[in-house]
C-alpha cells in the first residue's frame, strides 16, 4: 500500500479542559483547531462536517476516515458496534466506550466515542493508529497530516505478554470487577506502580502473589474467569493507560476503616470504592 497523507484542517473552536485521572499518551494527543472543514487525501479535497474539537481532542467522523485511508474497507453495523473490515483489519467502535478495539487491542480515548447529527466521531490520532497509521502536527501550517503505513495495527495476540495480561485481567477483576472502567484502571495501575517501583517485585506476578498484599491471591478467587471489561482494562494498561497518578496502594473504606494505608500513606483519589495512596 502507497503512503496516503491526511490532512486535516480544522475550525476554530475553544479548548475546554479534561477533567480525567488518566495519564498515558493522552497529553501528547492533544490536537489544537485550525481554519476549515475538510481534510485531503492524496491533495484531493474530502469534506467532512464532522470534524469537531471536544475537549482538547481532534475528532473525526469514522466512516470518512477510514474510507480515506482504506477506500476498499467494509463498514457495518453490529448490533451497537460499527465494524470496519478489511485485509489484516479488524475494527469495532461503540458510541460511550472509552475505547476502540483494533484487531484484539483495546486503544484509550480519553472523552469516550461520540455521536454527532448522526455521526460516529473518534479521535483522529487513534483511528490512525488503530489503522496502522500515525499523525504529526505543523504548528506553522496549522494542518494534522495522518499517516498511513503499509500494514494494519499489530495484533493483540502478538502485542501483549500473554501471562501479564491474564493475571493481571484477574487481579483487576477479582478487585475491581463491580467498579467502572476508571476504577479497573486504577487498580490496574497500582499493579503497575509496583512492578516499576524498586519497593516491589518487578513483575506482574511476583506483584500480585506477594505475601500479604492482595486477598484475591490468597483466597483463590483471583483464579475466576475475568469479566469483559477487567480484560478490556487490562489492555489498556499494557498499552500505557495510567489512572490515579502515582497509586501504590488501594483500600475500600467502608470494609477497611482505619487501614495501614490511610494512617500512613499520601491519598491521591477515590474512584468508585477504592480510595488510592501513594
Not at 14 to 36: F, K, N, R
Not at 87 to 98: A, K, N, T, Y
Not at 119 to 124: F, I, K, Y
Not at 129 to 151: D, F, L, N, P
Amino acid at each position: 500500500m502507497r503512503m496516503r497523507i491526511l490532512c486535516l484542517m480544522l475550525c476554530l473552536a475553544t479548548i475546554l479542559p479534561m477533567g480525567s485521572w488518566a495519564l498515558a499518551a493522552e497529553d501528547a494527543a492533544v490536537d489544537q483547531a485550525v481554519e476549515g472543514t475538510y481534510f485531503l487525501v492524496d491533495g484531493n479535497v474530502c469534506e467532512d462536517p464532522g470534524i469537531t474539537v471536544y475537549n482538547g481532542i481532534t475528532y473525526v467522523s469514522l466512516v470518512n476516515a477510514v474510507l480515506a485511508l482504506r477506500p476498499e474497507a467494509v463498514i457495518a453495523w453490529e448490533g451497537e458496534y460499527v465494524v470496519v473490515t478489511d485485509e489484516g483489519l479488524d475494527i469495532r467502535v461503540r458510541v460511550g466506550d472509552q475505547y476502540i478495539q483494533a484487531n484484539g487491542r483495546c486503544l484509550y480515548v480519553l472523552n469516550g466515542i461520540i455521536a454527532q447529527n448522526g455521526r460516529v466521531l473518534v479521535p483522529v490520532r487513534t483511528i490512525a493508529q488503530a489503522m496502522g497509521g500515525w499523525v504529526s502536527w505543523s504548528q506553522e501550517s496549522g494542518v494534522v497530516e495522518v499517516y498511513s503505513g503499509e500494514s494494519a495495527i499489530i495484533s493483540g495476540e502478538s502485542y501483549y505478554n500473554s501471562d501479564s495480561l491474564y493475571w493481571l485481567s484477574r487481579i483487576i477483576s477479582a478487585e475491581s470487577g463491580n467498579q467502572s472502567l476508571d476504577g479497573k484502571l486504577a487498580v490496574g495501575t497500582v499493579i503497575m506502580n509496583r512492578v516499576e517501583s524498586p519497593l516491589f517485585p518487578n513483575t506482574i506476578y511476583d506483584v500480585i502473589f506477594a505475601p500479604n498484599q492482595f486477598s484475591p491471591a490468597s483466597n483463590g478467587s483471583i483464579n475466576r474467569e475475568p469479566n469483559a471489561e477487567s480484560v478490556v482494562a487490562a489492555k489498556l494498561i499494557l498499552e500505557g493507560v495510567r489512572v490515579g497518578g502515582s497509586s501504590l496502594y488501594f483500600v475500600n473504606p467502608s470494609t477497611t476503616p482505619n487501614s495501614w494505608a490511610e494512617r500512613n500513606r499520601t491519598y491521591v483519589t477515590t474512584i468508585g470504592a477504592h480510595a488510592f495512596f501513594s
